[in-house]
């Protein structure tokens, strides 16, 4: 396993972990509420793997925005070139844009060919929803259930999931329309029955067209991310799609998460499930880790958005992060790493099917590529969530070497995302050391 591979050169290290604990006071950002008290502080890392101050290396089993691994080689130097040689967003100097524009463009179906290049994932949410909302002349949008979005005044309005924000449902503004998750393991309709969620969602969006207040979008990830990795019901985006098309809007598909490679194909979220959307948000794995984000629309709706005002994001798609973002595709293409993505997802995937013959507590794994989720139940006929279990695996797992976190509504699924390049003996310790988990003991 990973534990006994070398640790590799690096920085000089920082101040001891105890001592940047106790000097947690000086940032209000997530550190404050970070569930440990004593956690490894992490200060370097090289493809799946992270080492700590003290020098212990852990598996990195929940990675949002490296997909090429911690530390590449290609995108840093090619980041660091441009950094040294020029990093400022002007009319004068707009080439790496346009060239990452057009690469980026080229991975999407027609007519998505316009990007806009921003910071993040909840910036390119923030922007999708305003191209929308600008293009129709309209202030409703539909969201649905269970879902996360980002932390921005507008992605967290359209965040509904009730884990990530406790106070969403009294905080919601009235503009934001919630339908049901269409979630096929658990909620209102199970199984088969799960086919009934798009004609609910359809109904309620011609049941705002018909009170006065058609939607200007309806918003969703391509794939149920933060609910445990679970597909969507065949068709349902189709479905969906079509009546908020009818009356007049248009469908904005949130890929911040689920595309660019994660489920083994560059947009396979929407791509399965048969549809093109009008606006894509995307970020997280576009830059490695160098803040990049992007929203890709068709050049008829990004022309009824630039009629709207100026807008321009001084450090988004500046020239750094476009080298970064071309970068990233270069390596994507000569690593071939949607389809090791492909082949390492489905092998571990069928491992964890394997523990779950032999351990009653996993209820289900879900997921395609690598997104998987692992959901811990009490009960497989109840489906009680088993959240407490759920997070001392997580501690555990994590003596162990594995850095893992517990997602979706009721915290009992494991969040299984490694980098994209993940080899398979680390998902083969991974599998291994979740099966001491559960047939030792928490
Ligand atoms: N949308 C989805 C589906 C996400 O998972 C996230 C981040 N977890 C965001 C948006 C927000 O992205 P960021 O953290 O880069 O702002």
Redesign the pocket.
């Known amino acids: 396993g990973p534990e006994k591979r070398p640790a590799p050169p690096g920085a000089p290290r920082p101040a001891d972990a105890a001592d940047l604990i106790a000097r947690r006071d000086a940032t209000f950002a997530e550190v404050q509420e970070h569930y440990y008290d004593a956690p490894p502080q992490i200060e370097r890392g090289w493809r799946e793997h992270l080492v700590d101050t003290s020098g212990r290396v852990y598996l990195d089993m929940v990675n949002?925005?490296t997909p090429l691994g911690h530390g590449h080689l290609g995108v840093a130097d090619a980041v660091a070139r441009q950094l040294r040689r020029l990093n400022t967003n002007s009319r004068f100097n707009y080439g790496s844009v346009v060239e990452f524009s057009e690469r980026l463009a080229e991975l999407l179906p027609d007519p998505l060919d316009t990007v806009f290049l921003v910071?993040?994932?909840?910036?390119?949410?923030d922007l999708a929803l305003r191209v929308a909302l600008a293009a129709t002349g309209r202030r409703d949008v539909v969201s649905v259930a269970e879902?996360?979005?980002?932390?921005?005044i507008g992605?967290d309005a359209v965040?509904t999931s009730i884990a990530d924000n406790p106070s969403a449902l009294e905080s919601r503004p009235d503009w934001v329309h919630v339908v049901d998750a269409p979630n096929a393991f658990r909620g209102r309709h199970r199984g088969a029955d799960a086919a009934r969620y798009a004609p609910e969602a359809a109904h309620r969006i011609h049941e705002l067209a018909a009170a006065g207040s058609p939607p200007a979008a309806f918003i969703a990830?391509t794939f149920f991310?933060?609910a445990g990795g679970i597909p969507l019901p065949a068709g349902y985006l189709a479905e969906v799609y079509a009546a908020v098309r009818e009356t007049g809007g248009l469908a904005i598909a949130?890929?911040?998460?689920?595309g660019y490679g994660r489920l083994g194909e560059w947009f396979w979220g929407f791509e399965q499930q048969g549809v093109v959307p009008d606006i894509v948000?995307v970020?997280?794995a576009m830059g490695n880790g160098y803040?990049l984000?992007a929203v890709i629309t068709t050049r008829e709706i990004a022309a009824r958005f630039r009629t709207q005002g100026y807008f321009f994001s001084s450090t988004g798609g500046s020239p750094a992060s476009s080298i970064a973002g071309l970068a990233v595709l270069d390596a994507y293409r000569d690593q071939g790493v949607q389809r090791h993505a492909a082949a390492v997802g489905a092998y571990l995937k069928s491992r964890l099917h394997e523990l779950a013959a032999r351990h009653a507590l996993i209820g289900a794994v879900h997921g395609l590529g690598l997104y998987l989720g692992v959901e811990f139940v009490r009960d497989r006929d109840t489906l009680e969530p088993a959240t407490d279990e759920t997070r001392a695996i997580c501690d555990r797992l994590l003596e162990l070497g594995v850095i893992m976190q517990p997602t979706g509504d009721h915290q009992n699924v494991l969040k299984t995302k490694p980098p994209l390049v993940i080899e398979r003996d680390s998902a083969d310790f991974f599998v291994a050391m979740l099966d001491r988990v559960l047939t030792e003991g928490w």
């Open positions: 949002n925005v910071n993040s994932g909840s910036e390119a949410v879902a996360y979005h980002g932390w921005t992605s965040s990830e991310g933060n949130d890929e911040v998460q689920a948000a970020a997280k803040p984000g």
